[in-house]
């Protein structure tokens, strides 16, 4: 095999190493643990379903761990119907989780 050869099929292999190995640690990383994907998914739908209403009553609130969802259930009268529909499919998943 010509140095040619050697340094095409070491540069494929550096480019897959690098474009592997990221990818796999973005998908582990992506699946908290203990989290389904059935509760991945309704998290994200909560986001796009509340985010006006969450720019509307929880702007100043900090995404820490369970004060979005406190400011949620405070506000959930105003709450949009399809933000509500989103808080309801997003506790089901995580009480499927828990059991």
Known sequence: ??????????TCGAFLLFAVVPAVALAQSAAAPGSSPERAEARQKLRTACAADI????????RAKGAMRACLEQNQA???????AARAERAAARAKDKS
């Open 1 to 10: 095999m010509g140095d040619i050869a050697r340094m095409k099929i070491g």
């Open 55 to 62: 720019q509307k009553f929880c702007t100043n609130i900090e």
């Open 78 to 84: 105003s709450l949009t119907s399809e933000c509500n």
